[in-house]
Structure formats: structure tokens, C-alpha cells
T-cell receptor, first 109, second 114 residues
């Protein structure tokens, strides 16, 4: 079992819709959870961090964490074509940040 | 501007020719790390450093060396590059222990070894 799992996609949504990206992790001791956005050939860009159970909202983005289910998700409201990218989930316990392989999101006009 | 810089951005070299990829951050971060990214394998950690003179292996350290003589710099050294080290490399930095806090990435170095 991979330590951090994501569906590779592509996830295709129409412009203006809500995109829902999911991630599961195996280490119950994980403390910190991050979502990065990566455009093709570019570096990962941090868009959300979440540390406790529940929801965290930042603009069009909402991160959701459920430690009991070992599940973290990212919702993107009012999706735009510029949101088309690969979204990386990253999870850590202490020192090491472990990345999923990413979900490719395509937002079509 | 707070940033992580890497040089060179693109490099084509031949097997066995030693090379160094530099990484520098201006945010006074304690933690620095190197990753490689390959299709289907995601980001894998090569080495990390929790502070000056403190370095440790990540998941894929074979064939790489690092040093941390100054807080701001963390070069990646390939003493005898091989074609399987062809990859996209990222340097990252963060406050604290690196796992707890957000990591910020450099622009990447695309390395091709022929």
C-alpha cells in the first residue's frame, strides 16, 4: 500500500463547477497535511495546509481533513481553466514530507 | 522577495562527469531538502538537512551527495552521473523540522544524462 494515495485522473470538470480531489494516507501518526498545485514542468506551489480535523477555507479552496478515516480532500469552487494542473497531496508525521503522485485536473470552458 | 533559487535550470551532461546543482534560500529556513520527480513516481526525497552541518538520507540517496556549510545553501552533487539520474530536480526549504511546516520549492532543474 502506498503511503499517500491519489487517483491519477484526469478529473474533468466544466468551468464554474466544483472540483473535488481526494487523498488517503496510511500513517495514523501523520500530523500535517498539504495540497500543492503543479503546472506542467513547473515547481509545486503550496495552496493549502491543514492540521486539525474539519474544514479550512481559503478563497475558492476548501481543505477537509478526517484523521479517523485517514482522508484529506480539496474542493475547488467555481473552477476556472487556469486551475487545470496536477494537484499533489502531501502528508507528514515529523521530519519527512511524503507526496502522492498527484491528480490531474482539467477544467474545460 | 522570499524565494528558493536553483542553478542551473537545465543541464545536459555525459555519464561520469561530476556536476553540482546549487540551491539557495533567503528565508532563513532551517530545513532544506532535495527531491527528484519522475513520471508515475511522483516526488521522492533524495537528501534533507535540518540545519547547518546536519544532513540525512531520504528515500533515494544513492548516487548523490549533499553538504550544508551555510544555512542558506544546500548544493546537490552527482559525482558520477548515470542515465538513470535523468530527472527533474527540486530543492525545497521550510522552517522548523520540515515535516511540520510548509515547504517552499525552487523552480526546478531538468537534468539529462547521456
Amino acid at each position: 500500500q502506498k503511503e499517500v494515495e491519489q487517483n491519477s485522473g484526469p478529473l474533468s470538470v466544466p468551468e464554474g463547477a466544483i472540483a473535488s480531489l481526494n487523498c488517503t494516507y496510511s500513517d495514523r501518526g501523520s500530523q500535517s497535511f498539504f495540497w500543492y498545485r503543479q503546472y506542467s514542468g513547473k515547481s509545486p506551489e503550496l495552496i493549502m495546509s491543514i492540521y486539525s480535523n474539519g474544514d479550512k477555507e481559503d478563497g475558492r479552496f476548501t481543505a477537509q481533513l478526517n484523521k479517523a478515516s485517514q482522508y484529506v480532500s480539496l474542493l475547488i469552487r467555481d473552477s476556472q481553466p487556469s486551475d487545470s494542473a496536477t494537484y499533489l497531496c502531501a502528508v507528514t508525521g515529523f521530519i519527512k514530507l511524503i507526496f502522492g503522485t498527484g491528480t490531474r485536473l482539467q477544467v474545460f470552458p | 522577495e522570499a524565494q528558493v533559487t536553483q542553478n542551473p535550470r537545465y543541464l545536459i551532461t555525459v555519464t561520469g562527469k561530476k556536476l553540482t546543482v546549487t540551491c539557495s534560500q533567503n528565508m532563513n529556513h532551517e530545513y532544506m531538502s532535495w527531491y527528484r520527480q519522475d513520471p508515475g513516481l511522483g516526488l521522492r526525497q533524495i537528501y534533507y538537512s535540518m540545519n547547518v552541518e546536519v544532513t540525512d538520507k531520504g528515500d533515494v540517496p544513492e548516487g548523490y551527495k549533499v553538504s550544508r556549510k551555510e544555512k542558506r545553501n544546500f548544493p546537490l552533487i552527482l559525482e558520477s552521473p548515470s542515465p538513470n539520474q535523468t530527472s527533474l530536480y527540486f530543492c525545497a526549504s521550510s522552517f522548523g523540522q520540515g515535516g511540520t511546516y510548509e515547504q517552499y520549492f525552487g523552480p526546478g532543474t531538468r537534468l539529462t544524462v547521456t
